[in-house]
Nanobody
Framework: QVQLVESGGGFVQAGGSLRLSCAASRSILSINIVGWYRQAPGKQRELVATVTSGGTTNYADSVKGRFTISRDNAKNTVYLQMTSQKPEDTAVYYC?????????WGQGTQVTVSS
């Protein structure tokens, strides 16, 4: 099992930056895939970015070149650096972990981008 706790959401103007953090209750190197999904009002939850235990990253086309996923193995923490933000980035962002085919979610953190 793994517990995930997000932090770092908030309000930002278009073009601004925010960094989200996700602290895991176990070594992130032991987790097959960790990353971020988001869900906007009235829409389905969608992938934002993930990183495998081997370091391979994957990004949604809508955030490529603007968002960066990284991890601090010593702190068991995954980050999502968001830059050049757009109003359409407004959503609840969820930390995600895939551990031996079981999926775990954090509680979510709200990100609001004003135009």
């Amino acid at each position: 099992q793994v517990q995930l706790v997000e932090s770092g959401g908030g309000f930002v103007q278009a073009g601004g930056s925010l960094r989200l953090s996700c602290a895991a209750s176990r070594s992130i190197l032991s987790i097959n895939i960790v990353g971020w999904y988001r869900q906007a009002p009235g829409k389905q939850r969608e992938l934002v970015a993930t990183v495998t235990s081997g370091g391979t990253t994957n990004y949604a086309d809508s955030v490529k070149g603007r968002f960066t996923i990284s991890r601090d193995n010593a702190k068991n923490t995954v980050y999502l650096q968001m830059t050049s933000q757009k109003p359409e980035d407004t959503a609840v962002y969820y930390c995600y972990a895939n551990l031996f085919l079981y999926v775990y979610w954090g509680q979510g953190t709200q990100v609001t981008v004003s135009s």
